[in-house]
C-alpha cells in the first residue's frame, strides 16, 4: 500500500506562490510516476500537473506556464511550485501515484483576489 502526505497549502492573495509537497512512503519508488489534482469546490477532482519516471512533466492548460512538478527522489518526494495564483486555483490539492488508487489526505489552497 501506499501512504500519501501532502503539505504547503494556505491562504494566500492573488499573484502570490506557493509550493506544495507530497511525501510519498510504502509500497511505491521514489521514481513512480507521480500526478497533482485539484478539486475546486463543487467541481471533480482533475489532474493538473505529471511527472512521469522519466522526468517528463505534463500539465493542464490551466496551469501551464505558471505551476512547476519536481521531485526529490532521495526524499521519496514530490513538489508543486504554484506562481502567479489566481482565485479560480482555489481548492484542495491531492497528490497520487500513477496506476495507484491511493491518495492522501490532501492540502487546502485558498488564493483571495
Known amino acids: 500500500q501506499v501512504q500519501l502526505a501532502e503539505s504547503g497549502g494556505g491562504s494566500v492573495q492573488a499573484g502570490d506562490s506557493l509550493r506544495l509537497a507530497c511525501a510519498a512512503s510504502?509500497?511505491?519508488?521514489?521514481?513512480?510516476?507521480m500526478g497533482w489534482y485539484r478539486q475546486a469546490p463543487g467541481r471533480e477532482r482533475e489532474m493538473i500537473a505529471q511527472?512521469?519516471?522519466?522526468?517528463?512533466?505534463y500539465y493542464s492548460d490551466s496551469v501551464k506556464g505558471r505551476f512547476t512538478i519536481s521531485r526529490d527522489t532521495a526524499k521519496n518526494t514530490v513538489y508543486l511550485q504554484m506562481n502567479s495564483l489566481k482565485p479560480e486555483d482555489t481548492g484542495m490539492f491531492y497528490c497520487?501515484?500513477?496506476?495507484?488508487?491511493?491518495w492522501g489526505q490532501g492540502t487546502q489552497v485558498t488564493v483571495s483576489s
Open positions: 511527472i512521469w519516471s522519466s522526468g517528463t512533466t
Open positions: 510504502g509500497r511505491t519508488s521514489s521514481k513512480s510516476s
Open positions: 497520487k501515484v500513477l496506476g495507484t488508487d491511493s
